[in-house]
């Protein structure tokens, strides 16, 4: 049977795809694609052999999945495209409604931790779009809530280039969460990984980790040429896809580990998720 592997539509996996979309480097599988909800719920549901899911979705089952090593999305400081708008401080947002990104579980996750440690208040978290395609359905003026806004859609609205017919008024308070994670704690943060089931047979999973390592170093050295299809699919600037690229981080040594480890501490000490351990798929 064909090796099923998720990918995420946003600019933040082209440096970890781009190679493979252009038949650079060859996958000997299906790509399927979906924003993180949809691909973390594909690996539960046993859909999809290997993928890129929330960094939480690993937590919340570690025992169904095998890390892939080397590779996560991650930032060490701001990530640009994982933001919170709200027009009062977030200090303010007790007992307020905060609209959380439907595409997302990792950075509601850390919205959460940030609001009862740092914030110290508690907003009503609502479920919410956040795509694209709803980007005109924001609320213009008025009293609205504030919104967490995950991928390409938080990039253009912190970018500030969707102002004008397509955006919102501008919001007092933007809030890069790994910014925000940056100040609380000192590490890098870990949104997404990449797992295997272990229902995977190995040697499978081992050739499509060889891919996307071998895929993942072409995207890098060649981010100009990313940041060019990132600017024509989404009207971000050049400049600003090239800062977003930039910052991002697509390896899991021993700072990201220190990050991911720290955030699901944090998440068992809240009870969020089981206390657990990483496990490994081994290294391609
Ligand atoms: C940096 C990002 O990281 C993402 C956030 C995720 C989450 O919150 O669950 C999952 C995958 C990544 O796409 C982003 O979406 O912009």
Redesign the pocket.
């Known amino acids: 049977m064909t090796t099923r592997v998720g990918r995420?539509p946003?600019v933040?996996c082209y440096p970890v795809y781009g190679a493979i979309d252009r038949g650079v480097v060859k996958l000997d599988g299906e790509l399927v694609t979906g924003v993180?909800s949809v691909l973390n719920r594909a690996m539960a549901e046993g859909a999809l052999d290997v993928s890129?899911v929330?960094a939480?979705e690993y937590a919340r089952d570690a025992h169904r999945y095998l890390l892939l090593p080397d590779v996560s999305?991650s930032c060490d400081g701001p990530?640009r495209?994982?933001l919170m708008f709200s027009d009062v401080p977030a200090e303010s947002l007790g007992g307020r409604r905060v609209v959380v990104s439907k595409s997302?579980?990792?950075?509601?996750a850390l919205l959460e931790l940030l609001f009862e440690n740092v914030w110290k208040c508690r907003p009503e978290f609502v479920p919410g779009d956040a795509e694209m395609s709803d980007l005109h359905a924001f609320e213009r003026g008025g009293t609205r809530p504030a919104r967490l806004v995950?991928?390409d859609a938080?990039l253009l609205l912190g970018s500030g280039d969707a102002r004008g017919d397509l955006g919102p008024e501008p919001y007092a308070h933007v809030y890069d969460l790994g910014a925000e994670w940056k100040r609380w704690t000192g590490l890098p943060f870990v949104?997404?990984v990449w797992i295997a089931s272990r229902t995977t047979p190995v040697a499978e999973a081992l050739g499509v980790h060889a891919s996307l390592i071998e895929s993942r170093d072409w995207g890098l050295a060649h981010r100009a040429l990313l940041a060019r299809q990132a600017h024509d699919a989404t009207g971000v600037s050049l400049a600003a896809c090239d800062e977003y690229l930039s910052g991002?981080d697509y390896g899991l040594s021993y700072p990201h580990l220190a990050g991911l480890t720290e955030f699901f501490r944090r998440l068992v000490s809240a009870g969020r998720v089981p206390n657990g351990t990483l496990a490994f798929l081994p290294a391609a």
């Open positions: 995420i946003y933040n993180p890129v929330s939480v999305i990530v495209s994982v997302s579980m990792t950075s509601v995950i991928g938080a949104f997404a991002l």
